[in-house]
């Protein structure tokens, strides 16, 4: 079956500007997570959506950020106003229940540069 | 708080050569462990993961890895490693309590033939 999928596969965008990256879940997966991964780095959690619970949104860097998901589908995560310190690859990640048990499964990832 | 460090930034080694890489966490009970790994321009696949029972853990590509309470680790071995091995691994972990992953800031690896 499909794995997740993530759109744009790169995004160069200038500062001040919003940019909107999609990520579309495995069918059934009732948890996503967004990731951030600033070169070198690790992965900064961002967000996660578990079926219709209020989504968990305590890593969002700041107000810029957003993200919505519509039921057990597709994502968008919104940056509003982009800063060059916004570049970096942004993973989403479905799996069948939240972390405990089960793993998660990564999309490519959206590359963001800020110019 | 919970936390997962990964000491050796880059490992190289030979192909055919044995490998580890370290792993240790930081939490209060046993969390569920995992490594992943990603390939440039990929997305991270899981290679294994540990979550109660025996404590060495068999993974996907020839892969395995040991949890050992006493010293809050989780080390990833290969017996002889392939030059497609070449890759960047992550080790995490999510608390039983929690839903969140906390990842390591990942091993890169080079094989040199």
């Known amino acids: 079956g499909a794995g997740v999928s993530q759109s744009p596969s790169n995004k160069v965008t200038e500062k001040g500007k919003d940019v909107e990256l999609r990520c579309d879940p495995i069918s059934g997966h009732t948890a996503l997570y967004w990731y951030r991964q600033r070169l070198g780095q690790g992965l900064e959690f961002l967000i996660y959506f578990q079926g219709n619970s209020a989504p968990d949104k305590s890593g969002l860097p700041s107000d810029r950020f957003s993200a919505e998901r519509t039921g057990e589908s597709v994502s968008t995560l919104t940056i509003q106003r982009t800063q060059q310190e916004d570049s970096a690859v942004y993973l989403c990640?479905?799996?069948?229940?939240?972390?405990?048990?089960?793993?998660?499964?990564f999309g490519p990832g959206t590359r963001l540069t800020v110019t | 708080a919970q936390s997962v460090t990964q000491p050796d930034i880059h490992i190289t080694v030979s192909e055919g050569a044995s490998l580890e890489l370290r792993c240790n966490y930081s939490?209060?009970?046993?969390?569920?462990l995992f490594w992943y790994v990603q390939s440039p321009g990929q997305g991270l696949q899981l290679l294994l993961k540990?979550?109660?029972?025996?404590?060495l853990v068999q993974g996907i590509k020839g892969f395995e890895a040991e949890f050992k309470r006493s010293q809050s680790s989780f080390n990833l071995r290969k017996p002889s490693v392939h030059w497609s091995d070449a890759a960047e691994y992550f080790c995490a972990v999510v608390t039983n309590t929690g839903n969140q992953f906390y990842f390591g800031t990942g091993t890169s690896l080079t094989v040199i033939p």
């Open positions: 990640a479905s799996s069948l229940v939240t972390g405990q048990g089960y793993e998660q499964y």
């Open positions: 540990y979550f109660s029972g025996d404590t």
């Open positions: 939490y209060g009970a046993t969390p569920y």
